[in-house]
């Protein structure tokens, strides 16, 4: 039987050489969509050990794995065709996650730094391109050319979720347990309750270090003080639109005419659709603003094309429904509806 790792690395592979052939072969200005789309693709499998793993844990995955030859000539011939036309960062962006592929963390990080110097302000490549420099750091450390492309991409999107969770590895690492937890204690309210259970963990052990206390369990919330919801896709759009199975939803409840901040938010992915959720104090990311002190709330739901819980273009929303709490029954909403 061929083992998980092997059989993950030979689908990375194959989805490297895809691009790289779609990169090499295309006219330049057919490459850009193309290989974007097949990168998100190589790149999926590791979202999630990259924001529940641990400091430790900043390793290649495919270290002692035999590289097929088709993928190092693959990734050769792209190095070739960027060396004729540099101004890709697209290509660079591919490149990079091709050498890391294949183990070459040094050149991974060359790689990005080009993109980087091409395509400064993008959040998810600035995040990329920090935790090539770590693996190909002797130590694995997140220096301060790092630490400041961090710090950009928070910049850039605020929530976004990889960013906050390397700058508390290099917190960690730099010794500082409590800012450490503090960092990642922020992200608690935008991932899923999975991700925030081993996040949790993490945050504990930080704590631990700095001598403080373990963040006090969830609270229990008794029946019939949550807020149902059920979410679905409208018909006509899910069979026109190609939705990424991936892609993030999240459903949540805000102040009517209010800041854009949820008082509750739970993210889900759009395979789960339909879906049905309690919203309660459980899900509020601010301690001091609970949906069970609120009198009304508006209740939507979001594809984010980004991944974000703030609105953002390309997002596909849901009508708002106004509610008075506490509500009995349950909000409907429906993503993709033509607007009445």
């Known amino acids: ?55 430790e844990a900043l390793r290649d995955p495919s270290a002692n794995i035999a590289e097929p030859a088709s993928l190092e000539e693959a990734v050769a ?40 110097q091409l395509a400064p302000d993008e ?33 850039l999107r605020p ?22 937890a503090r960092t990642w ?38 029946p019939g003080q949550g807020l149902k919801v059920r979410v679905a896709l409208d018909p006509a759009f899910a069979e026109r639109a190609r939705l990424d199975g991936e892609a993030a939803v999240f459903v949540l409840a805000r102040v009517p005419d209010g800041p854009p901040m949820p008082v509750a938010v739970e993210r889900h992915r759009v395979r789960d659709l339909p879906l049905e959720v309690v919203l309660d104090d459980r899900d509020s990311p601010m301690p001091t603003q609970k949906l069970s002190t609120m009198d009304e709330v508006e209740v939507l739901a979001r594809i984010s094309a980004a991944g974000s819980a703030n609105r953002g273009e390309g997002d596909v929303e849901s009508a708002p429904v106004r509610v008075r709490l506490p509500a009995e029954g349950t909000v409907e909403l429906t993503l993709g509806a033509p607007a009445p």
């Open 123 to 155: 959040p998810d490549l600035l995040v990329d391109a920090a935790e090539a420099r770590a693996l190909a750091h002797p130590q694995r450390l997140l220096d301060e050319q790092s630490m400041a492309w961090l710090q950009r991409a928070r910049q």
């Open 77 to 116: 011939q792209l190095a070739a065709e960027l060396e004729r036309n540099p101004d890709q960062p697209e290509g660079w962006a591919l490149l990079a996650r091709s050498y890391s592929t294949l183990g070459n963390h040094d050149g991974a990080r060359d790689a990005y730094a080009r993109a980087l």
């Open 159 to 180: 929530d976004h979720a990889r960013a906050g969770w390397f700058i508390g590895v290099a917190q960690r690492q730099a010794g500082q347990a409590a800012e450490a």
């Open 185 to 222: 204690e922020s992200l608690l309210s935008g991932v899923d309750e999975a991700t925030a259970r081993s996040l949790r963990v993490q945050i504990d052990a930080a704590r631990a270090d700095a001598g403080l206390p373990p963040l006090d369990a969830p609270a229990a919330v008794a």
């Open 1 to 55: 039987m061929v083992s998980t790792p092997v059989l993950l690395f030979g689908l990375l592979a194959l989805c490297v050489v895809l691009a790289v052939s779609t990169w090499v072969l295309l006219p330049l200005a057919r490459r850009g969509a193309i290989v974007a789309g097949v990168a998100a693709l190589c790149a999926g499998p590791f979202a999630l050990y990259l924001m529940v793993g641990t400091p």
